[in-house]
């Protein structure tokens, strides 16, 4: 029997990681958010049982997490800091995704409704591949990263660590994104991005900082 699942954050991505859990047959044990004003309510029915203090009273024994929150930044400290606590992540598999046999999927992956993986990628962990996207064969996705939903990754793509790929976006064959990029919504990518870069439009270009803070 898998160990009931708390999950970190009670908003919007929350509700998503809440029905994907439920019907693929895991138990939740509630929910810790920030805010006080949201402890006592319900998501779809779960409580919000405390903040993030309210994990440690279950040992990593007992629980498993899972991370409710959309933000890579924020997602990327909240695995560190409960790995580092002894906590395992829950894989978020929904039953209407289409996930190749053969397919790696990390630690605390959520591959969200819709969404299709194809023979040989590698997702790494804490990745959330969101509702309708498809990641196709032998890409290569690092930790932590957000693909939006929509997002279309053709053959090949290697994404770097932390990176997050906006929504409806397309990834043409082979290209190489590197650690801590944006790619906005929309946009087709044709060529390498380097690491730590924003593009956007079609084809993808370097936003500038003007753009960027706009
Ligand atoms: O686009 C889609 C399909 N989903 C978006 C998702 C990926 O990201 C969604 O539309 C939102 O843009 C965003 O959803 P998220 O991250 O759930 O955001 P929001 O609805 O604002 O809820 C965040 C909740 O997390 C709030 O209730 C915060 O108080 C809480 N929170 C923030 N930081 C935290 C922490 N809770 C805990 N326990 N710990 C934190 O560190």
Redesign the pocket.
Known sequence: MSAPVII?????????VVDALRRSGRDILG?????PE?VGATVLGVPVIG??DAIEKHTPADVNLAI????VR?RQ??FSAFKESGYAFAKVIHPAAVVADNARIGEGAQIMAGAIIQPDAIIGDNV?I??RASVDHDCVIGDHV?I??GATLAGGVWIGEGSMIG?GATLLENVRIGDNCIIAGGATVIGDVPANITVAGVPAKPMTSKEQDA
């Open positions: 970190i954050g009670a908003g919007g991505h929350a509700k998503v929910l810790v958010d920030n805010d949201k903040g993030d409710g929150l959309g933000l924020q400290a909240l959330i969101n509702t957000h939006a939903p929504v």
